[in-house]
């Protein structure tokens, strides 16, 4: 069966520090990937997509960036935190583009 | 606009009560999925149902059930008798899948004992 991971679960960092999320995908090849961010009370907003290695679509400009270095993995990065950038992050995949999204546990930003 | 509206921030009920959380979507799709989403305290969202939009059908799946009505562009969700597990926060979203799902801002309810 397919499980996706997502860590770290909690992150506490100071403004202007880096960040490295990451997210995997198990039990299944080539998924379509994505980040969102929910902000508290917000809905969810996706920030980037990946329909395959190295190919990254972004949906909001902002000071993250997120790169999938391999079939599986897919990693938010930003090299400077900004106190806006707080908030619940979630990963996702689906098998094809118009599927049906799978998420993972979420990782809890707090940026100080 | 692709937009999704859930307009009840909050909602409380006491427990075994039904109660019907409202989903209005806005999309220039001919045809297109809606869904379901649950997302309780754990953080991680569920997926609960997707509806193809040539389907009217309502879906009743054990306490739950949904009312597509595509004259009104709503795709209501309804828990009947509900329990404290029942507690979350729950989306409605529009789209053709994928990256082209419109999330709500989402329903928070509080089922209480």
């Known amino acids: 069966s397919q499980t996706i991971h997502q860590w770290p679960a909690t992150l506490v960092q100071p403004v202007g520090s880096p960040l490295s999320l990451e997210c995997t995908v198990e039990g299944t090849s080539n998924p379509n990937l994505y980040w969102y961010r929910q902000a508290a009370g917000r809905g969810l907003q996706l920030l980037f997509y990946s329909v395959g290695i190295g190919q990254i679509s972004s949906e909001v400009p902002q000071n993250l960036s997120a790169s999938r270095p391999q079939d599986r993995q897919f990693i938010l990065s930003s090299k400077k935190l900004l106190l806006s950038d707080s908030g619940f992050y979630l990963c996702?995949?689906?098998?094809?583009?118009?599927?049906?999204?799978?998420f993972g546990a979420g990782s809890r930003l707090t940026v100080l | 606009a692709q937009k999704v509206t859930q307009a009840q921030t909050e909602i409380s009920v006491v427990e075994k009560e039904d109660v019907t959380l409202d989903c209005v979507y806005e999309?220039?799709?001919?045809?297109?999925?809606l869904f379901w989403y649950k997302q309780p305290p754990s953080g991680e969202l569920v997926f609960l149902i997707r509806?193809?939009?040539?389907?009217?059908q309502n879906e009743i799946s054990g306490r739950y059930s949904w009312n597509f009505q595509k004259s009104t562009s709503s795709f209501n969700f309804t828990i009947t008798a509900s329990q404290v597990v029942d507690s979350a926060v729950y989306f409605c979203a529009s789209g053709t899948g994928g990256f082209k799902t419109i999330f709500g801002a989402g329903t928070r309810l509080f089922v209480k004992a």
């Open positions: 999309t220039r799709d001919t045809t297109y999925y």
């Open positions: 509806r193809n939009s040539f389907d009217e």
């Open positions: 996702a995949w689906s098998v094809v583009t118009a599927d049906v999204l799978t």
